[in-house]
């Protein structure tokens, strides 16, 4: 290829839950998902060449584009399916056009994670005005997490909402770092980041390093 390209996020979710299925459709511009339909998130650098990757996985396969988000370093597309076989196929055409294989990602890295427990009414309303998902609630627990690279927050997030019963406020799935803002009970908040760093663990790839920090 003419321009070298960085894979930095590479993301299969096997099954979207509701409310993840459901922010999607929300914020994004192209084809919406359904709940369990299985979704692939691919983030690289430079920006532009999404297009090519998005335009190989339509041709190869039967998947359905959710996004295709273009910023001035990194781009990111969405595809789903109700077929994970077709998910996968979409993915393995992508990595045969770019030449790499799925352990050339970029590993996720936690930047940051935090966890307010008994959240004051104010602080619940300026977090609401922001948020494109589900309310956050006077005395309820805030989870906060920031991810390196950005795409990984999807994944993140589902898998939460699998583990616990927690409100998925908001997801940032594109630029520099991906946020994830979680609220519920002090307990299922406590649930919930188990299984996202857990999840985020289990990626493997490339050396990510840097500084990780908790509050």
Not at 106 to 126: C, K, W
Not at 146 to 172: D, M, R, T
Request: aromatic share 6%; glycine share 6%.
């Amino acid at each position: 290829m003419a321009q070298a390209i960085e894979l930095r996020t590479y993301s299969f979710i096997d099954s979207l839950q509701p409310q993840m299925a459901s922010f999607i459709a929300t914020v994004a511009r192209g084809f919406l998902p359904l709940e369990r339909q299985a979704a692939l998130f691919v983030e690289i650098e430079p920006a532009l060449a999404v297009n090519s990757l998005l335009d190989v996985a339509l041709k190869r396969t039967a998947v359905i584009p959710g996004m295709q988000v273009i910023e001035r370093a990194y781009g990111m597309i969405e595809v789903h399916h109700a077929d994970q076989g077709q998910v996968h196929e979409a993915g393995r055409a992508i990595l045969e056009y770019l030449g790499m294989k799925e352990s050339d990602r970029l590993t996720p890295r936690i930047v940051s994670h935090q966890m307010i427990t008994g959240m004051e009414n104010h602080q619940t309303h300026l977090i609401n005005r922001m948020r494109h998902g589900q309310f956050l609630l006077e005395n309820e627990t805030l989870y906060i997490l920031e991810v390196h690279p950005a795409g990984y927050a999807a994944i993140a997030a589902n898998e939460a909402e699998k583990a616990a019963s927690v409100n998925l406020l908001e997801v940032e799935t594109f630029g520099a770092f991906g946020r994830l803002y979680l609220g519920g009970s002090e307990e299922n908040i406590r649930e919930a980041a188990a299984a996202i760093e857990k999840t985020l663990s289990f990626i493997k790839g490339r050396e990510n390093p840097g500084q990780s920090l908790v509050y």
